[in-house]
């Protein structure tokens, strides 16, 4: 049985850093696959993309 007069407990700072580590962990990886994303949109010319400099058989270079 719990005692309802105790105080509540307090927040760990250890969970608390935790939590904003994770927080700006998964902020800096969304800006890195929106990144990713737009080189994808930008070059992917609907088809087949190759590399500046590479020779494609299947078609011509972009660039």
């Given at each position: 049985?719990?005692?309802?007069?105790?105080?509540?407990?307090?927040?760990?700072?250890?969970?608390?850093h935790e939590e904003q580590w994770r927080?700006?962990?998964?902020?800096?990886?969304?800006?890195?696959?929106?990144?990713?994303?737009?080189?994808?949109?930008?070059?992917?010319?609907?088809?087949?993309?190759?590399?500046?400099?590479?020779e494609a058989a299947s078609g011509p270079?972009?660039?």
């Open positions: 049985m719990t005692n309802p007069h105790a105080p509540a407990p307090q927040p760990d700072p250890a969970d608390e927080d700006e962990i998964t902020t800096a990886m969304t800006h890195v696959i929106r990144a990713c994303q737009d080189v994808v949109r930008e070059h992917s010319h609907h088809g087949r993309w190759t590399p500046q400099g590479t270079n972009h660039y």
